[in-house]
């Protein structure tokens, strides 16, 4: 004899009462496939708001609350971590603050706090909560759970250890801009402003853009090295013409520092030039040419699918793959993320409609509106999510919110002579802590601390309800579904 909660059953009822009920979720519309994140569940192909809202605009507010009523301000960039967290760089509040995947709630992980463009430069080798950010641009994750900020406005990058939570500067003198010296530790030189940040394949080089180019840090030498694009003053706001194409990348210019950039499994990089309106491509051999858009051309996309050195951006600012080499397209000012596809080189809207708006939440993606995307990522269970920033132009923001499309078929133009592929889901080996800690996870980069063993999370792929009985309640858990969609 069982307990479920204070009623006694037998275990051959409980076996029968679970089997009855699974058969009746199973006949449920979205029984087949989703994903339940931050308490609420989405069907593939869906868009949910889960941080901040279209009603009360941007500011500082709601930390240790729901995501959903608390206010950032003019947030550009986020990422997912281990477990499923959404990490957002706050630029004008000087916060990186985290959406729990499991709770919803919203906490501050770093920066004290500004509401406004103003900032500060102090707290390196103490606590990332006590120290000082100043318009904090971009934030990324290192496989060993470190996080890296690029620190805007006080000209570093700086890293949050995930076992001790100490912030230290790692690239730049803080609070001082100028132009830099290549092949020299990077903590012995100086940066203008940084921006955005990526990896390489094996996150030994952290890349970031600064002042028209891109520049990279070598994780275990500390050594900075120019990866793309030429420096300008330091100082200048110009906006030059993209050239080089068909070289290298190295031989060079953007029109101006690219706003996002994103490394693919093979080690070729995108990039938004913004000032051109156009993305372009670095390839792992460092030749650089136009992928997407046309130099200088604006016009609005429209809802159908454009070949991509057709298709028109306007102030692109941001970039983000999935695991196929799709590049999602932040197109700011056209409010839609767009994608090109990997396998026809094909433009399409994959999130609003071209029209600027904020209706639509738990809609079909395509048919919802965007006020002005400025943040784009696609998680490991090509999840994809998106920051809202309601930009009346490239820069200011009106609304800081985050949404998020589960899952989705990728959409194609009409079926190519090529072979449908149909790959299978990687499975994580990402770590939690039985504590739900932060836990730190094997690093190529020499540290004197003993590293310690991950252990194996589910991964955040995509998620086929499963029925289970606990204290006479019904629980609705997501596991990870078989294969991806095919992307043809």
Excluded at 39 to 57: D, K, M, S, V
Excluded at 369 to 386: E, K
Aim: proline share 7%.
């Amino acid at each position: 004899m069982s307990h479920c909660g204070s009623i006694p059953v037998t275990a051959n009822l409980r076996r029968i009462a679970l089997a009855v009920i699974t058969l009746l979720v199973a006949q449920l519309p979205f029984a087949q496939s989703g994903v339940f994140w931050g308490g609420r569940y989405g069907p593939e192909g869906t868009i949910l708001t889960f941080a901040g809202n279209y009603q009360q605009g941007n500011g500082y507010a709601g930390d240790n609350g729901p995501a959903t009523s608390a206010l950032m301000y003019a947030p550009r960039s986020l990422y997912i971590n281990f477990n499923g967290d959404i990490v957002v760089g706050d630029l004008y509040n000087g916060r990186i603050r985290k959406v729990s995947a499991k709770t919803g709630i919203i906490t501050t992980i770093a920066g004290i706090g500004s509401t406004g463009s103003a900032g500060g430069s102090s707290g390196d080798g103490g606590p990332a909560t006590s120290a000082q950010l100043n318009n904090p641009r971009s934030v990324v994750q290192a496989e060993n759970g470190d996080v890296y900020i690029a620190d805007r406005d006080n000209a570093a990058v700086r890293r949050v250890d995930i076992v001790t939570g100490i912030i230290t500067t790692v690239v730049g003198k803080l609070g001082t801009k100028a132009v830099s010296t290549f092949g020299v530790p990077a903590t012995s030189t100086t940066i203008c402003q940084p921006c955005a940040t990526t990896w390489s394949t094996d996150q030994t080089i952290l890349y970031f853009s600064d002042n028209y180019c891109i520049k990279q840090y070598n994780r275990l030498t500390g050594i900075l090295s120019l990866y793309a694009g030429a420096e300008g003053t330091c100082k200048d706001a110009a906006a030059y013409s993209s050239t080089g194409d068909g070289g290298p990348a190295t031989s060079a210019k953007f029109a101006r520092e690219p706003s996002g950039i994103w490394m693919d499994r093979s080690g070729n990089m995108y990039t938004s030039d913004i000032g051109s309106h156009a993305v372009r491509r670095i390839s792992k051999d460092g030749i650089i040419t136009l992928y997407a858009g046309v130099y200088g051309s604006t016009s609005n996309p429209g809802s159908a699918g454009v070949p991509a050195l057709q298709a028109q951006f306007k102030f692109p600012y941001n970039v983000h793959g999935d695991s196929s080499g799709n590049v999602y397209v932040a197109d700011t000012q056209h409010c839609m993320v767009r994608i090109i596809n990997v396998t026809n080189h094909m433009v399409y809207p994959f999130i609003g409609t071209g029209t600027c708006g904020s209706s639509g939440d738990a809609i079909k993606s395509t048919t919802a509106n965007m006020l002005g995307p400025s943040g784009v990522f696609v998680d490991s269970g090509n999840n994809r999510f998106a920051i809202d920033c309601g930009t009346s132009t490239q820069w200011a923001c009106a609304v800081s919110v985050v949404r998020v499309v589960f899952d989705v078929p990728m959409p194609t133009s009409q079926p190519t002579q090529q072979p449908s592929r149909q790959p299978t889901r990687q499975p994580s080996s990402k770590p939690t802590s039985p504590t739900g800690q932060p836990t730190r996870r094997p690093s190529s980069q020499p540290s004197q601390q003993p590293t310690k063993q991950p252990v194996a999370r589910p991964s955040s792929q995509v998620r086929r309800p499963c029925v289970c009985l606990r204290d006479s309640t019904l629980l609705l858990m997501n596991l990870p579904a078989a294969a991806v969609i095919p992307t043809e």
